[in-house]
């Protein structure tokens, strides 16, 4: 049967990313805003839906992350039945989420931020490409792929598909792991840790040599949040909300989901679909935090496993103990990656996986449910409130990308500052505009696809509100 | 020869999930040496699988082309690296780190309505019969399949 769900706006389901650098009177940058004009829509035409039917609906949000959405929203619905969920389950879900990190982190780092890194953003760009990264480190590029694979691999070993998995439910999981999926995963570890530690070493000679655009891109001081385990170690399916800010002080450790709107605010700009969330306590808009790897290590004490923790160490030398720059992120996310094989390594040795025992039956118990889960590039939350018969009355979604929002204009604000002179828009400033950005690893156009990609859209507007230069790329 | 095709598409998005309906279609052709994969988005790791296979054919819907077309794809030269979404051209220059460059196609057959809902309009179910009728004549002449589809 052909269901139809009509929503207005329709007009602008592509997802476009628009860039607005505002000059003073004397053409210099005042300040620069990212927008993002893309109708989403799921927290409205999801009202009505039983809560159970979430994980599934909301996993469409996103091509890449959905596992994100799907445990999260799984956690949402496991509050709303009032369960305690099978130890099992808990721990296919870890494992799921760190295939889930390893994919969308080998895919930020070797395809979209790679050739960056290893061709330099002022590379001729007959040579800053694919077949020019393929060509100086062919290595590098295959050890990509493959690591992204091992990630969709769990993803879809676990779940029966790739992408949009029905895998995780509220109450547990729907099957637990086989003993041919588990030796799989294991054979899968030895190349995956090599690809790693490769990228790290390689990122680490790298980072010596450019210290300008460290300080550059997004280089401020602001609050950090993410989930953490009680005792400190990193952590990204449970545990309790931690926001702390520059200094390492922790203004925030709340074991209470319900109580997050304690903590975060939602602003809501005329001119983007991506909200602003602020930290409540400070007010929009300098209540500027932000969330992701760079957050989750900054914010835990460990990493909780061997050589994870040795980087971390290393990472916190190099870039101190609260590191302030969003550059950093890249080489968060490389300690994030060998953190989740090392996890994986870790667990895979555990029988309890292989359990039937993985799934809490019961009824509706509460009417209102929070699930936070840490998606690749921050903390998500599912809000819902459903009435008696578990009918969604209301839902509120805090995307990752959106509580990047504020930091990814300021990061935009210090580059164009720094590269900027005079009305017209250089390629360098247009080359590190996009790399801040990638920084964050934003999400923003999965839910729909159409033949094309997303263009980049730079203009340049003057005290007078007129543009005075635009660029367009992609 | 073996072919790797690939439908393209959320079928969550009306046509846009023209790409899924063409592999489905072409699933039942039951075509030996064909395997078919439906993604919501072209991903790297794909690259893996086409360079495990002869050559290859990306079916999607079109917001840009009035009728129905088979093009041949070339390697992309330049990226853009700030979404998430990877063009057949990209996933072909990645595929290329594995020594393959394969000859490919893409079908690209017109949408009009993508909006949030089920199913194809009229106007895009009957551009995918006629992008079926190329499609079957391209797998003929390069598997040498006679079979009837």
Known sequence: MTKRIIIDPVSRIEGHAKISIFLDEKDEVLEARFHVTEFRGFERFCEGRPFQEMPGLSA???????????????????????????????????????????????????????????????????????????????????????????????????????????????????????????????????????????????????????REEIETFGDFPSLFMSLIQPDGTWE?????????????????????????????????EH??????????????????????????????????????????????????????????????????????????????????????????????????GVGISEAPRGTLFHHYKVDEQGRLLKINLIIATGQNNLAMNRTVTQIAKKYLRGTKIPEPMLNRVEAGIRAFDPCLSCSTHAWGQMPLHVQLINAHGEIADEVRRG | MTWLAIGIGNTLRSDDGLGPWLAERIADWRLPGVTIRVVHQLTPELAVEIAQHDRVLFLDSSRTDDEPRLVEVEPAQTANRLGHAMSPGDILAWASAFGARRPAWAARVPGSDYRFGEGLSAAAAEAGERALADIARLLREHTGCTKSV
């Open chain 1, 271 to 368: 001119d983007s679909y991506l909200k602003s969330p602020y930290y409540r306590p400070i007010g929009y808009p300098d209540g500027v935090y932000r969330v992701g790897p760079l957050a989750r290590l900054n914010l835990c004490e460990r990493m909780g496993v061997p050589r994870a923790d040795v980087e971390l160490v290393e990472f916190r030398q190099r870039a101190g103990r609260v590191a302030s720059s969003s550059f950093h992120y890249h080489y968060a996310r490389l300690i994030e990656m060998l953190a989740c094989l090392e996890n994986l390594e870790r667990l895979l040795g555990d029988p309890d996986l292989l359990s039937g025992r993985c799934r809490a039956d019961a009824g509706l118990n509460r009417l209102e």
């Open chain 1, 60 to 210: 469409r949000i996103c091509g890449i992350c959905p596992v994100s959405h799907i445990l999260a929203s799984s956690k949402a619905g496991d509050m709303l039945l009032a369960v305690e969920v099978p130890p099992t389950a808990l721990k296919l879900r870890r494992m799921m989420n760190w295939g889930q990190i390893l994919q969308s982190h080998a895919l930020s780092f070797f395809h979209l931020s790679g050739p960056d890194f290893l061709l330099g953003w002022d590379s001729a760009p007959a040579t800053r490409n694919v077949f020019g990264l393929i060509a100086q480190h062919p290595d590098l590029a295959r050890q990509g792929i493959r690591l992204r694979q091992f990630g969709q691999e769990i993803i879809e070993g676990l779940g029966g598909r790739k992408i949009h998995p029905a895998w995780s439910v509220p109450g547990g999981v729907r099957e637990p792991l086989t003993a041919e999926l588990r030796d799989r995963f294991v054979a899968w570890l030895p190349e995956s840790f090599r690809a790693v530690d490769h990228a790290l070493a390689f990122f680490k000679g790298f980072l010596d040599k450019h």
């Open chain 1, 236 to 268: 990204t399916s449970d545990g309790l909300l931690r926001i702390g800010d520059q200094t390492g002080k922790i203004l925030v450790d709340d074991p209470d989901p319900l109580n997050y709107q304690t903590h975060i605010g939602e602003a809501v």
